[in-house]
Each structure stands twice: as C-alpha cells, then as structure tokens.
Nanobody
Framework: EVHFVESGGGLVQPGGSLRLSCAASGFTFGDYAIGWFRQAPGKGREGVSCISSSDNSTYYAESVKGRFTISSDNAKNTVYLQMNSLRPEDTAVYFC??????????????????WGKGTRVIVSS
C-alpha cells in the first residue's frame, strides 16, 4: 500500500522559511518522478517543483524560482522542499505526488500515479 507523509507546514511570517518533507513508502521510489504541488483556496492546482529520482533533474515553477529548492534522499525515500523568502501568495495546501514517467508530465500535466493529503502553509504577519 502506498503512503505519503507530508510534514513541515505551518504559520510563518513573510520573508520567513519552511522546509517541507514528503516521506513515501509502498513503491519503488527510484523509478518515479516526485513533485510538490499546491492549491490555494479558490485557485487551481499548481505544480511547484518536481525532481527525477533517477537523475535528480528538476523543474521549478516561475513563481518559486530562486526561492524554493527541491531535493531527494533516495535512501530515506524522502523528498524535501526548502522554501525561503516566503510570500503571502505562497499560502496553500502543499502535497506531494509521484509519477512513473517524465518529470514534466508530472509537474505540468495531469499525470499522477500516487499523491498525499498535504500539509498547510500559511504566510501571514
């Protein structure tokens, strides 16, 4: 059975930082692209950042480039999202997803094999 455990969300002031973690189990982690997505109230889902577990290639949405960094620890089946210089518009539920295929099909398309329930991030003063 596939499980994702997302953690690290919370309330942070503008300009602050958070580190999200996505611990996965139940599938062969190294065969998948893993990504972080977010959904804000009243808005559609956005692919924030994705990483290929096989070659560590990455993708970032323009809205987070230079502020967020995705990384993967294959030994722990865990993907991290370091979020710096947070803005109020980063407020959303963040969840991770996996796809056994091309990284861009995961981050820019509708291709998801597995996904988690998410962790809430609130950026507010």
């Amino acid at each position: 059975e596939v499980h994702f455990v997302e953690s690290g969300g919370g309330l942070v002031q503008p300009g602050g930082s958070l580190r999200l973690s996505c611990a996965a189990s139940g599938f062969t982690f190294g065969d998948y692209a893993i990504g972080w997505f977010r959904q804000a109230p009243g808005k559609g889902r956005e692919g924030v950042s994705c990483i290929s577990s096989s070659d560590n290639s990455t993708y970032y949405a323009e809205s987070v480039k230079g502020r967020f960094t995705i990384s993967s620890d294959n030994a722990k089946n865990t993907v991290y999202l370091q979020m710096n210089s947070l803005r109020p518009e980063d407020t959303a539920v963040y969840f991770c997803a996996a796809y056994r295929g091309l990284l861009l099909r995961l981050c820019l398309g509708d291709a998801m094999d597995y996904w988690g329930k998410g962790t809430r991030v609130i950026v507010s003063s």
